[in-house]
């Protein structure tokens, strides 16, 4: 009987699929926009709305350090290095520090890799400290907000925790040092201690030109229903299980392993970025982090993101309409996962599928070299000027102190 009722519903749920597909061949240039809201601030120009002043720093903190390894340019987190290369050459930068809004520190903080390229945030705290330190003696700029008016690019799994461990991050807090600047970051989770007020949260980094050569005829059906491919456990570092992912992607592969609807594996295929393309739904729950590059892939490649990340902050949030875009799933859903995307009516998931089809939603993902207008790095650009004008309360007293400079672990500040 119930084995009967199954297959009824198999049946149903394929049609759904094929019914969509059918629909998405006839219509697949079609794109549409979400005018006079979010959508199109995407399109807004930085240019004349902001200036930036770059400091000029010893390359032992930027470029000493990438030559060391040049792996640092296409990890997750290399936007850390563009933004710096992309900023010394943009009509936004001055030379005068005087009539800068902003000002920028280049310091490569995520440059420091295992043998397998992960990277380690382990002397992050430090060279931030030494940098931050440097400025404020060589320039009169700092000491006059405590950096309310700087910004820093820290793209580590927690920010400007400097820790890959939830929970030791946690224990870290944000580097007392930035309290007071704002923090560019791809973590975003909502009432976190790593995440503060003011922060822009900012995609990972995905190698553009990679995934533009595995892009398929735009007309191609999608024929898979769900994908998903990564770690389902962490056994290496959550032997006893639940708390990688708070449990959800075991959830996902629990119930789901044997549902033709799904299509996911633990198996990365060299086919990956294809079968994106082919896929309607796209999975993108979280791992140790709630964010991960899937997030970033499922724009560019046009399959909606299922996104299961309880109380994460997207990039770009003020400007991207990720409602519209996205399927939220809240973790403790995880079971009832193919209940709710079976639901989704099918006009629902075409509008879906026309709004990221927007050339503008995938341009913000991207840090592309050189920089395109609407690019990600233009959106931080945008996030950073909608802060301006500063307000008055930020410029300090004259002699008036807010940061203490000997706070925090005794091995963060030794000289770098
Ligand atoms: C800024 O303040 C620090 C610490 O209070 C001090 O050492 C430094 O000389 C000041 N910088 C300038 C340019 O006056
Ligand atoms: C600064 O931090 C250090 C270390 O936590 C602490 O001992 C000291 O009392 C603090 N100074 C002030 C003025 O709060």
């Not at 907000?145 to 820290?154: K, L, P, R, S, Y």
């Not at 959800?248 to 060299?270: G, Q, Y």
């Amino acid at each position: 009987m119930r084995n009967w009722r199954w297959v009824f519903t198999m049946l149903l749920y394929v049609g759904v699929v094929l019914k969509i597909g059918a629909l998405e061949l006839g219509r697949a240039q079609q794109t549409e926009r979400i005018s006079g809201s979010a959508g199109d601030v995407l399109e807004d120009d930085p240019v004349g709305r902001l200036k930036v002043f770059v400091y000029e720093l010893p390359s032992k903190y930027n470029k000493k350090i990438l030559q060391k390894d040049p792996r640092c340019l296409t990890h997750m987190f290399a936007a850390e290095i563009y933004m710096h290369r992309f900023l010394l050459s943009s009509p936004v930068r001055t030379l005068n520090p005087e009539e800068a809004d902003w000002f920028y520190t280049p310091v490569y903080t995520t440059c420091d890799l295992t043998p397998n390229g992960l990277p380690l945030p382990f002397k992050s705290p430090r060279m931030m400290r030494s940098a931050i330190q440097l400025i404020s003696s060589n320039w009169p700029y700092w000491n006059r907000t405590e950096g309310a008016d700087h910004f820093f690019i820290v793209p580590h799994d927690f920010g400007a925790c400097f820790h890959y461990l939830e929970e030791k991050a946690i224990e870290r807090g944000i580097l007392h040092l930035l309290q007071r600047a704002t923090l560019v970051q791809t973590f975003g989770q909502r009432n976190h201690v790593c995440l503060k007020d003011g922060s822009i949260t900012v995609p990972p980094y995905a190698p553009p030109q990679k995934m533009q050569s595995h892009l398929i005829p735009p007309n191609t059906p999608r024929s898979i229903f769900v994908y998903f491919r990564g770690l389902f456990y962490d056994v290496g570092n959550d032997p006893e299980g639940g708390y990688y992912a708070r449990g959800a992607r075991a959830a996902v592969w629990e119930n789901f392993k044997d549902n033709p609807l799904f299509d996911i594996s633990t198996e990365h295929p060299t086919t990956y970025y294809e079968d994106m393309q082919r896929a309607i739904f796209c999975l993108c729950p979280l791992g140790w982090a709630p964010w991960s590059p899937r997030l970033v892939e499922a724009v560019i490649f046009g399959c909606i993101p299922v996104i299961i990340a309880d109380d994460i902050v997207l990039p770009f949030a003020d400007a991207i309409p990720w409602e519209d875009i996205g399927v939220f799933v809240a973790e403790k859903d995880v079971s009832n996962l193919d209940t709710i995307l079976t639901s989704i009516n099918p006009e629902v998931i075409l509008r879906k599928q026309r709004l990221l089809a927007n050339p503008s939603m995938k341009q913000a993902m991207l840090f592309p070299q050189p920089a395109q207008p609407g690019d990600a790095f233009h959106q931080i650009l945008n996030g950073l000027a909608r802060k301006l004008p500063h307000d008055r309360s930020v410029y300090l007293k004259r002699g008036e102190k807010v940061l203490n400079w000997t706070r925090g672990p005794v091995g963060d500040q030794k000289p770098w």
